[in-house]
């Protein structure tokens, strides 16, 4: 088999850019082209005893950033931005640029079939998927990815995945008993940075409150005096250049084993029982670290007025806190706490086993009912266990065909669905990872930071102004009794075929999250990872106990006069009443919600033996304050980690609509086949039409935090 798909620029809309009432510039990725297309190959090496398939499907994905520096202007020579009717800057182009965005990937994969005797299969399969993507792409949130200097701007992106998967199937008792067993290994790696080596090894900075004329030479850009006023065309709110900023690379593999069992039984009814037992070991190597020469690694913002700020990365040793830092934080600047870079390997083991049994009274009636217990158990960097879950899932169905002829059929069906912690969060809050936030005073500095390059410590050229650690530079501390992630999922339907190559569906699927795993501080700035919103009173509880347990040791340390026992049990006491109190303010914090509802209608005609037309349409929302593991408001990729409890006033006008908020979305496939030869050619087209997502409208809070200043989706969609 052979196919391909291609979707050019002219079968795309042009996206809107997006634009900021206090910056000149703006960008928008303009599609060029999609091309998908692949082969398939299969079949017997060994009459009736060996087989083989393989494939290759590559992806060749392309784009162009459309950077365009748009001036606001003043005709009236009032000094200030002219607006339009609706109060918006007016604005005139002064420089439009492309720049060149790419996505390829690669599906591979092979496969062997062995049939020792009629009842066992034996399956070993090779799959892999590498991918590499350049693009312009803004670290930091607050900036937007036409801010930036565009060689700095440019991001690399390279992913492989790699799945190594042995299986066998062997049927027994006259095909009433089958058993079906499985080993994998799954082999990912990662990497992000600049393509250019030298933006590698140089600091980031970002400018706040600037002007683009203090960077780049554009024509009509320069500030003039107007009426004793300073009129600048170009401001920009932020401003990336200097080196890339945080470079990350991962290396991690998953082994698993699966024993399932399937059973056939005629009592009232036909049964087919299913249980089985499954385990997996995941470990993650995660390295991080800014940009810049060995021992000066920093991220750099310079906010004007209010100062420089210098990020670096810091661990602190066993027996030490963050709150000993409180007061200074100077000494984390260097050795033994400055890292260059992070470089932990966590792990986590998942056992589970499970029960279904699908019963079947009718010929036209099928019921489904199964229960799946997993214990999930996560492990530090010093390979220490800091979090057991233990998750027990319930799935249940029914499917009827009321024709009792295959013509139609009725179907709901609810399940309960835990997540698999991802290893990603481990590393980083359970591997040492810590931020330290040096402050200058830019009066000071012996070279003016518009003049740097991100050479490295050029900071150090200005008087510090203070010191304060961001993260906990250890393992954060955890809730007891944590539960797991989880959403509960209905889904109700039916399909119906009136006429002979004629079918009808509806879908409806309601989907809704009942708890989440976040990291999150609500008094004090020590993180801590719990269920915000959905802390139980017993874990309150058990959190005092803690306290109260570690101070009666210390009373008996102090009583004892044992002065180094004193030290350390204090130090413990004020990180435990850290932790009940955070706890307690996360708990009373808002509930995590993210409501999925659609309602999707089908329809499927076959005109003749070689064409066929398939319609979609679907009216969908997705409503809540929680946008998942993913936060698509900020472009943040920290799944249990994202920064929705990580301020109280964070928690402000988050209820609405959803970042990937589509209600409307069509989708019409036509097929049509050709004999060729002893083959057959297919040609397909495709058309889809969707809803804009929601447009907010934010602003910028300390640290990179964005706040919404009006309910979400107040403005209007994309």
Known sequence: TVFGMYTPSAFY???KAELRVSSALTGRSDFNSDLNFGFEVGGPLVKNKLFFWAGFAPRLESSTFQREVRALVDVNGDGMADVDAAGNPTRRLLQSKGYDEHRNSYQMGTKLTYLPVESTRLNLSLFSSPTNAQSMYPQNPAIAPAAQNPYAGQSEFMRNNTDVIMSSSTQLLERKWRIDTTLGWHHETFKRDSPYRDINERNSIEYYGTSLSNFENVAGCAPVMVGGTMFDPCPVDAYHTGGYGLIEQSTGNRYMGELKSTHLLDFLGRHEIKYGIRGENNELNLKRRYSGPAGNRAAIQDLGEDGIRAFSLFSLPPGEYPFQFDADAKPLAGAPYYQDALNPTV?????????????SPLSNLSLNVGLRYERQKLFDSKDQAFATMDNIGLRAGAIYDPTSEGRAKLYTHYGRFFETVPLNMSARYFGGEGVLVRQFDPATCSVPSSQWSGSGGEFNGCTSSGTFAANNGKNYPVQPNIKGQYHDEIVAGGQWEPWDDF???LNL???WLRNVIEDGTAVDGTFVLANPGNIPQDSLDKADADVARKQAELDQATMAMNQAEVDRLQNEVTDLQ????????????PKPTRRYTAMTLSLAKRFSKEFMVNAQYTYARLTGNHNGLYDADVSYAAPNGNTQYDLPELYLNKNGALANDRPHSLRVTGYYEHNVGPGRLTFGLVGSAYSGVPRNYI????????????????????
């Open 699 to 718: 602003a910028n809070l300390d640290y990179g935090y964005q706040i919404f200043l009006l309910p979400r989706g107040s403005a209007g969609r994309t």
């Open 13 to 15: 809309g042009t996206p």
């Open 503 to 505: 079918l009808f569906g």
């Open 509 to 511: 699927t309601h989907r």
């Open 347 to 359: 792990k986590n083991n998942t056992f589970a086993v499970f029960l279904q049994d699908g019963y």
């Open 578 to 589: 850290s932790r009940s109190a955070n706890l307690k303010g996360l708990a009373v914090a």
